[in-house]
């Protein structure tokens, strides 16, 4: 892969990180029952800390994403870091998934009765076969990758 993609991939992937760190502090503020809150109020809500907390499995695949383009762009796609940082991807993924899933069923189980939490269980839900997707995507670069570092030692032991 040229230089100048993983460049851009990267700069994608940091407009990214900046698009949802901005959502994580915006979206807190502009909610319905907050509108009337002091900001120590807002962010206190166990809900919102929740979500916080949550995105922490978010940022970390994203910073592995970055550094698994920048062993692309050094042509060590195939080394122990590549398949680690895969391996990253793939655990943050499938914790996000589990944590979006737990924040679904929290919201369903205990929401007011007078609100309807028909359009959140559906961002939840289609927010965690996102997830799932991803986690699998890993799984199948990091045994590719995996296979082919025991292909190349291997060939190197018989030359």
Not at 28 to 38: I, K, S, V
Not at 90 to 103: G, M, N, P, Q, T
Request: aromatic residues 12%.
């Amino acid at each position: 892969m040229k230089r100048i993609s993983t460049v851009f991939l990267q700069a994608v992937i940091v407009l990214i990180s900046i698009t949802a760190l901005a959502i994580l502090i915006w979206v807190p503020l502009t909610e319905g029952r907050a509108t009337n809150l002091d900001l120590f109020s807002i962010y206190s809500d166990p809900f919102i800390l929740y979500g916080y907390a949550a995105s922490v499995a978010f940022f970390v695949a994203l910073y592995k994403a970055f550094k698994l383009l920048e062993y692309i762009g050094q042509n060590k796609v195939f080394s122990s870091n590549s398949v680690g940082a895969l391996k990253s991807i793939k655990y943050c993924a499938i914790v996000l998934s589990i944590l979006i899933v737990a924040a679904g069923l929290y919201i369903r189980i205990f929401h007011n009765k007078e609100d309807d939490p028909a359009g959140f269980l559906a961002i939840c839900i289609m927010t965690a076969f996102v997830s799932i997707v991803v986690a699998t995507a890993a799984a199948i670069f990091e045994k590719i990758f995996q296979n082919a570092i025991d292909i190349k030692s291997e060939n190197e032991l018989t030359i």
